[in-house]
């Protein structure tokens, strides 16, 4: 396998909980995606659930920037919305990309798939994400 690109991160659970229920903040909104918000709702690990998926979007702008090594940063912000986590039919964790980013990712690496892992405790959330060319060949 080729690989473009990894990246990692961690969330601390509980101070991700306070940003998230800061009033008058609009992180949640301008973060996550409507599906993403609706797939935490309700839950008692609301938080934890975000944290990682959070910790996922960072990770992707991680790996992305390691596999621009010695080049510039394609975009200078990230719409954190285009950059959405989802399960796949099994509940696996998928990572779509959408608009700006997924434009400005095909051209700069060509067509990417990218593999993201999740994990959570009640104090921590990570994840891994790895780029690679859609057809190493």
Known sequence: MTVHGVGLDLVDV???AEQLGSIGSAF???TFTRAELDAAAGSAGAAQHLAARFA?????VKAWSAALAGRAPVVMAVDWREVELRTDPWGRPVLALHGEVAAAVAASLGPVRCHVSLTHEPTTAAAVVVIEPEDPR
């Open 28 to 30: 949640a909104a301008t």
């Open 14 to 16: 509980a101070g991700f």
């Open 56 to 60: 996922a979007k960072e990770a992707f």
